[in-house]
């Protein structure tokens, strides 16, 4: 039989600094004794010691405080065997409760920020939800009309341009089911960005850049159509409310005042506030079509204009997406992807939800008109 090894060497850091302290190791049943030369013993019980870490070369043992915590690092590979033989088994214990402690610590930091983040996010949307319908139709103009101040739009449009794609407005709305309260009217942004946007209460904003894409009136109803809807459906009004809730709810939380009056002064100023979900965009796709359809307008025009969007989105992949910002009025822009959902995905239901009419013959929607002559050059 060997007898057991109850004497090693290690060194001994104090805590208070960085110095390393050699010492000899007696183990014994209730404690661990370090001596140092011309100083007292030290006991350590092992009660209150902590075995720090899974590591058993170097075997690391903590004795104290955060404030001067100190570590005794023994190196001799025989340690382990020895200490795991005399020591009680509740040291070790304690070593690993502590590693675990910190696995479930962060764990549950995690979870809290993440049920943080889906209380911020949910609250707000559910209680704007409930408020939507109890918004006038009033606020939203002025709401809308507000917004499409700040806007850089062309202030000397092409007359024939705009009235073909007011006369398009005009068409579609003569399809919508029941009267609707909002004034539906076009403008039009110089950008070159391929985007059109529905602000509350009824404009619709077409860019200077997807009048370069559309190649004919029915392209562009189908895109128009789609922001019809957003209007009707309130789609812009009840992202603004959300964003809006989320903001002053978030800041409330945190108990800063000043920062919701700021944030409500400076909301309708940001066009990315809009908020449009991807459940609301699908529905405006959905909606749109129909709308296409009741008009007796060519659907294939709305495919073929999202069919170029998918085709921008792929020469754009692996990159930033297009961002126009206009710097004196503090406003900002991102293309008709950043808030879209998947073009191709987009694309697939579109072209499902046409196929019972691709055998129809349609009539051209401007029969007299040449559209790429008359749009503006690219």
């Known amino acids: 039989m060997h007898a057991r090894k109850l004497q090693f060497a290690g060194a001994l850091f104090d805590g208070k600094s960085a110095r390393r302290h050699p010492v000899d190791i007696e183990l014994t049943p209730r404690e661990i004794i370090l001596k140092r030369p011309d100083h007292e013993p030290i006991h350590w019980f092992y009660s209150n010691l902590r075995w720090a870490g899974n590591t058993i070369n170097p075997f690391n043992i903590e004795h104290g405080e955060s404030e001067y915590l100190e570590t005794l690092v023994v190196e001799d590979p025989n340690f382990y065997e020895s200490v795991s033989k005399i020591a009680p088994d509740s040291f070790f214990i304690a070593g690993k409760q502590t590693e675990i402690n910190w696995k479930i610590y962060i764990a549950g930091i995690l979870i809290l920020i993440f049920s943080a983040y889906v209380f911020v996010k949910a609250?707000?949307?559910?209680?704007?939800?409930?408020?939507?319908?109890?918004?006038?139709?009033?606020?939203?103009?002025?709401?809308?009309?507000?917004?499409?101040?700040?806007?850089?739009?062309?202030?000397?449009?092409?007359?024939?341009?705009?009235?073909?794609?007011?006369?398009?407005?005009?068409?579609?709305?003569?399809?919508?089911?029941?009267?609707?309260?909002?004034?539906?009217?076009?403008?039009i942004w110089p950008g070159n960005t391929v985007n059109a946007l529905a602000l509350p209460g009824g404009p619709i904003v077409v860019f200077q850049g997807l009048l370069n894409q559309a190649e004919s009136p029915e392209e562009l109803a189908g895109v128009i159509a789609h922001e019809i809807q957003h209007v009707l459906l309130r789609h812009s009004t009840r992202g603004i409310l959300r964003n809006l809730a989320q903001n002053m709810f978030l800041t409330l939380l945190i108990g800063d005042v000043n920062a919701v009056m700021e944030g409500m002064a400076s909301l309708a100023g940001e066009l990315e506030t809009l908020g449009l979900s991807r459940d609301m965009e699908a529905e405006a796709d959905r909606k749109g079509m129909e709308l296409i359809l009741a008009a007796n307008i060519d659907p294939h025009g709305m495919i073929r204009i999202f069919e170029k969007l998918t085709q921008e989105e792929s020469s754009q992949e692996g990159g930033i997406r297009e961002k126009t910002v206009t710097e004196e009025k503090g406003i900002e822009f991102f293309s008709y992807f950043s808030t879209h959902p998947s073009s191709q995905n987009r694309l697939t239901k579109l072209e499902k939800q046409m196929k019972p009419y691709e055998n129809r013959t349609w009539r051209p929607l401007f029969p007299n008109l040449n559209w790429n002559e008359m749009k503006p050059e690219n």
């Open 123 to 187: 609250v707000p949307a559910f209680l704007a939800d409930r408020m939507i319908d109890k918004i006038p139709v009033e606020w939203e103009v002025t709401l809308g009309q507000s917004i499409l101040k700040m806007l850089p739009l062309e202030q000397k449009p092409n007359q024939k341009v705009l009235a073909v794609l007011q006369d398009t407005v005009d068409l579609l709305e003569q399809s919508v089911e029941g009267k609707q309260p909002y004034d539906l009217k076009i403008y």
